[in-house]
């Protein structure tokens, strides 16, 4: 069974975003671009299953524009097999919104036929939390959103989800083919060791365009501007206890 994994190239977690003078999103020229901490997560967790024999081939799927390919250099260099780059260089002002990167992931999916889509909860550079639940109902394939287990029983063609929901974990159950999105807990992804590095270079990365896959990537919503959040007030360091007590009474007024 193949397992096909989504992994976004977004601008790195440590990195503080800034708003571009324009407004139409955040800065990401010269900014240091990471794999979607989300997404690393994700192919993790295809590898553990293809090591623990319920998968035997893994491969990784972006879509953005040439710089993506670092993104998949780092999914061959973690162990993924091989990797599709759907090329796509958009407009900072037009971003690719998940419904677009949901249709061609769907296209992607027919064209490689996998038992498991696995994708990250979100990504971190939009926060949107859409794409693996769209693909879910684009393929109409059975969907596990948060996972922090993943059992898969490839003999029975099911695949056992944990997720954290507020107050428990809800265990269910979905049959293959399926979509999974990954939560924090699931795992601990694994850095790329330097001679995984080297090999990853010779890995097969086929690239093709949305239009190849006719897939129309047309947006029915649009960002109309991006702000930075508000300033913070400085704090104040009091003193003392009464000190503290006068500010809450007649400044604050909370007392
Ligand atoms: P989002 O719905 O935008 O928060 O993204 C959720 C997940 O969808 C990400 O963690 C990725 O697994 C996948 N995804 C979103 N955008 C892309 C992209 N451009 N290329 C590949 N995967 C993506």
Redo the contacts with the bound molecule.
Sequence with gaps: MKILV???RVVDYAVKVRVRPDRTGVETANVKMSM?P??EI?VEEALRLREAGAAAEVVA????PTQSTDTLRTALAMGADRAVHVLHDPDPARP?L?LA?AKI?RAVALQEKPGLVI?????ID???????QMLAGLLQWPQGTFSSKVLLDKEKQKVTVEREVDGGIETICLDLPAVI?TDLRLNQPRYATLPNIMKAKSKVIKKVTPEELSVDIRSDMEVIEVNEPPKRKAGVILSSVDELLDELKNEARVL
């Design positions: 989504a992994v976004k979607n989300f997404c994700a799927a972006t879509i953005g690719l998940p990167v992931l994708l990250g909860k979100q990504a939009d926060d949107c939390n859409q794409t693996g999105t």
